[in-house]
T-cell receptor, first 117, second 115 residues
Framework: AQKITQTQPGMFVQEKEAVTLDCTYD???????LFWYKQPSSGEMIFLIY??????QNATEGRYSLNFQKARKSANLVISASQLGDSAMYFCAMRSVRMDSSYKLIFGSGTRLLVRP | EAQVTQNPRYLITVTGKKLTVTCSQNMNHEYMSWYRQDPGLGLRQIYY???????DKGDVPEGYKVSRKEKRNFPLILESPSPNQTSLYFCASAPYLRGSNQPQHFGDGTRLSIL
């Protein structure tokens, strides 16, 4: 069965510092995708970054980067130069790319990040 | 603007009173899905649709119905709502491309309270 584990229910970071949000996953599939979403207090889900299982380089999108360690089955999100607006809930998610998959996203339980001024 | 639109955003209702949450997307996406979000559980899939007239159950379909008569719309129906369906609901859509990993685009969410 596929599973996403986020072991940090909550985290603090000082403004302008970098922070790493942990995500480990479990799957028997060879081909899959890993996603990170941000959910601010207003509730919407905002797509941040994506990593494919066969991508050789770690994904980066602006201040977001994904530290992908396939052998360890981890896909940690790194936010550089934290800003007050980064305070939010962050979800790691995975989707199988099997031909018979339901295209479903499997979500972790989330990490609430609070950026201190 | 490309978007997924859900209505209503908030609803308080009573047990047993049928309700429908609408979802519409303007991106011509084949795939649409409903999730519910509960504290400590992340998001869980309720139903999904690969295309018009093609729907299937997700992980938590009990008490819900869906329909996909048009490509852009994917309403979620609660025939007889109960308090355990109090939750935050999200509709999502994506292009359906086998082997690809297009991100799903989410609506802004609908917060349902069933008294």
């Amino acid at each position: 069965a596929q599973k996403i584990t986020q072991t940090q229910p909550g985290m603090f970071v000082q403004e302008k510092e970098a922070v790493t949000l942990d995500c480990t996953y479990d799957t028997s599939d060879q081909s899959y995708g890993l996603f990170w979403y941000k959910q601010p207090s207003s509730g919407e889900m905002i797509f941040l970054i994506y990593q494919g299982s066969y991508d050789e380089q770690n994904a980066t999108e602006g201040r977001y980067s994904l530290n992908f360690q396939k052998a360890r089955k981890s896909a940690n999100l790194v936010i550089s130069a934290s800003q007050l607006g980064d305070s939010a809930m962050y979800f790691c998610a995975m989707r199988s790319v099997r031909m018979d998959s339901s295209y479903k996203l499997i979500f972790g339980s989330g990490t609430r990040l609070l950026v201190r001024p | 603007e490309a978007q997924v639109t859900q209505n209503p955003r908030y609803l308080i209702t009573v047990t047993g009173k049928k309700l429908t949450v609408t979802c519409s997307q303007n991106m011509n996406h084949e795939y649409m899905s409903w999730y519910r979000q509960d504290p400590g559980l992340g998001l869980r899939q309720i139903y999904y649709s690969m295309n018009v007239e093609v729907t299937d159950k997700g992980d938590v379909p009990e008490g819900y119905k869906v329909s996909r008569k048009e490509k852009r719309n994917f309403p979620l129906i609660l025939e007889s709502p109960s308090p355990n369906q109090t939750s935050l609901y999200f509709c999502a859509s994506a292009p359906y491309l086998r082997g690809s990993n297009q991100p799903q685009h989410f609506g802004d969410g609908t917060r349902l309270s069933i008294l």
